[in-house]
């Protein structure tokens, strides 16, 4: 592979995003932030604008075949009892998911989401519900619904700045409070909030069941995982809700000729799609406790490919990462090419790991792979200037896989139609990612080998079945109902048993 920067190239930019920092800690600018299920320092504070997945393939509901499903998700870890205001979108940030479709790492088209909160009675003590009525919300425009949320989608395209209002005034549904509150809530509040767009498409945003299968306890605890196989871990995420947006769209509508590929293999067959949150540059506090946003927008949050900010990017460069544009992603590559990562693993596991560069990595998170004897002659997810560029990469010529011979391990599992082509909401990338870090894959034949290529974190499914049909994300877990890991207090013993 060539060389995808020079020395002096970085150095500059690392100069320039220094001195960005330098000036924005100079205006004490305070809502300048930083993304991707909180762990960069500044994103912890900022918790409503903090991406945490992104998801993109070709949909796989009965007659969409000719769709693409793009996914983000933001605010994470919510308890679904975190009454009583639950956790609506925020009004102030800039939602949107970006598709770059020439792979010079900006995006060529952007579907930008605003939310408005609207409520009904200010003078009750609760909130998101309350008993304006008869306290049950049974439908998204139930009086019930205290504090709900409208939201517009509009279309931004790169040639010409081309804007295009694609529909206004919908409704999100609430959190999942409970039975009492929330009676049926799938089929009452959460499927009654799927629209359809201009041309065929569908949009949903609302909360979501976290679908991030994955032991984070066993992962920062150095690694000290209760299994490295595919069993045995515990789902931390699980019980977990989250925020959704998803929206459905032609695949004529995000390739760069505005046509369906003819092969896998066509230049207009691989587009690339991350998702931002953006804040006001200026924020002013008034007297009256009101709040007075202005300036441009500046993004805070972004999230492409999984978990590369959270253990390939260092400490020091998490925030300004964040902030960035996939076009200047060449500040980044040095910690792809060497990650540390591998090398914990290398001594964690006692195991061997490929020596840097570490183009294979590059070709999976930073420029897509090209084809190769390894994939055969019709696979690809190569799209990039000769530059790095990190988001996911998603093929649309290639046909979703049978539901009967889908892989959670994609594209190591067989499986082209899954991650890294795109990502799936059922790919477990956290297997899959651990065993790149370790070189347990076909690009880097001496290591794809035991254990590097059986790694994973024992968590191999999601706790709940996901939907087949769009958002496809299962319904959220309710308020109401005990999770494993809580408790009841029992008087007689003075003592607290698990529920």
């Given at each position: ?12 930019m ?49 007659g ?82 205290n504090i ?59 909360q ?15 690694i ?53 949150s ?18 441009p ?6 999230l ?9 990017i ?5 925030d ?10 060449a ?93 799936r ?75």
């Amino acid at each position: 592979m060539r060389r995808l920067f020079s020395k002096s190239r970085l150095s500059a930019m690392l100069l320039g995003l220094l001195t960005t920092s330098l000036l924005l800690n100079d205006v004490a600018i305070p809502t300048v932030r930083a993304a991707s299920h909180s762990e960069a320092p500044l994103i912890t504070m900022d918790r409503f604008a903090d991406n945490t997945d992104t998801y993109a393939f070709r949909s796989t509901e009965t007659g969409r075949d000719g769709f693409v499903t793009l996914i983000g998700n933001w605010i994470p870890f919510q308890e679904p009892s975190g009454g009583p205001h639950y956790y609506n979108w925020d009004d102030t940030v800039l939602y949107e998911i970006k598709i770059d479709n020439t792979g010079d790492g900006v995006e060529d088209i952007s579907y930008q989401f605003q939310f408005t909160t609207q409520t009904v009675n200010s003078n009750t003590v609760l909130g998101h519900s309350t008993v304006n009525q008869d306290g049950v919300i049974s439908s998204l425009t139930d009086i019930d619904y205290n504090i709900y949320q409208v939201y517009s989608v509009t279309r931004v395209e790169r040639a010409g700045r081309r804007r295009k209002l694609l529909a206004s005034g919908l409704r999100t549904p609430p959190s999942n409070i409970g039975p009492r509150v929330t009676p049926n809530y799938e089929t009452n509040l959460g499927q009654p909030a799927v629209y359809g767009l201009p041309g065929g498409g569908r949009v949903f945003a609302g909360q979501r069941d976290e679908g991030f299968y994955i032991d984070v306890g066993g992962v920062f605890d150095g690694i000290n995982l209760r299994s490295i196989g595919s069993s045995g871990g515990v789902d931390t995420t699980k019980g977990f809700n989250v925020s959704t947006i998803a929206i459905d769209l032609p695949i004529q509508d995000l390739t760069r000729t505005r046509a369906i590929p003819a092969s896998p293999t066509a230049s207009d067959a691989v587009i690339g799609v991350w998702a931002t949150s953006s804040r006001r540059s200026t924020t002013v506090l008034n007297r009256d406790g009101t709040r007075t946003l202005d300036g441009p927008y500046r993004q805070i949050s972004r999230l492409g490919n999984p978990l590369v900010n959270e253990v390939v990017i260092p400490l020091g460069l998490k925030d300004a990462f964040n902030s960035l544009s996939p076009k200047d992603d060449a500040v980044a590559a040095p910690f792809v090419l060497d990650p540390e990562l591998a090398k914990i693993m290398q001594l964690i596991f006692g195991i061997s790991i490929p020596p840097a560069p570490r183009n294979d990595l590059v070709a999976i998170f930073a420029t897509g792979i090209a084809v190769n004897a390894v994939t055969g002659p019709n696979y690809t997810t190569f799209l990039s200037d000769g530059q790095p560029h990190e988001y996911l990469r998603l093929n649309v010529a290639i046909p979703p896989t049978p539901a009967a011979n889908v892989s959670r391990l994609g594209l190591l599992g067989g499986d082209v139609a899954g991650f890294p082509n795109g990502r799936r909401v059922g790919d477990d990338v956290t297997d899959i990612a651990l065993r790149a870090m370790a070189g347990g894959t076909p690009f880097t034949p001496a290591t794809n080998v035991s254990p590097n290529n059986t790694l994973g974190d024992g968590v191999s499914v999601n706790d709940v079945p996901f939907l087949t049909r769009f958002p496809y994300l299962a319904p959220p877990s309710p308020g109401n109902t005990p999770r494993t890991s809580n408790q009841t207090f029992d008087e007689g013993n003075n003592s607290k048993k698990e529920q």
